[in-house]
């Protein structure tokens, strides 16, 4: 995988326990990794297959996929925080499609989530 494509930078975050403080344990946003990467929209067309309907009302669902090197503990239960012009923007990892053959790169499935 050449260092040319990976042109955005990521935030690999896992929920996991912390303390508040009043020190009660609490679950948060806990940093994994820092990694380099390669986020790729869909096209138009994409994104319109896209939405669902949700409670008999339409719900857009903004999708991407992000490509880092390769690593072996990513879930998809975990979030990548990106910056998008400067607004830090999440995506909540619905899969993870490592490449098993050469192991150079894992795609993450994501979904444009929320900060919380």
């Not at 986020?39 to 309907?53: D, K, L």
Request: proline share 4%; charged share 30%.
């Amino acid at each position: 995988m050449r260092a040319g494509q990976l042109r955005s930078q990521a935030h690999i975050e896992r929920r996991g326990p912390a303390r508040d403080d009043y020190g009660q344990e609490v679950e948060r946003w806990l940093p994994l990794a820092v990694v380099r990467a390669d986020i790729r929209f869909p096209t138009g067309m994409g994104t319109i297959n896209a939405e669902r309907m949700e409670g008999g009302r339409e719900l857009s669902v903004v999708q991407c996929s992000v490509r880092i090197r390769w690593r072996n503990d990513i879930t998809a239960d975990m979030r990548a925080k990106i910056d998008v012009d400067g607004t830090p923007t999440y995506f909540n990892i619905k899969q993870v499609i490592p490449d098993i053959a050469h192991r150079q790169y894992v795609d993450l499935v994501c979904v444009m989530g929320t900060q919380g």
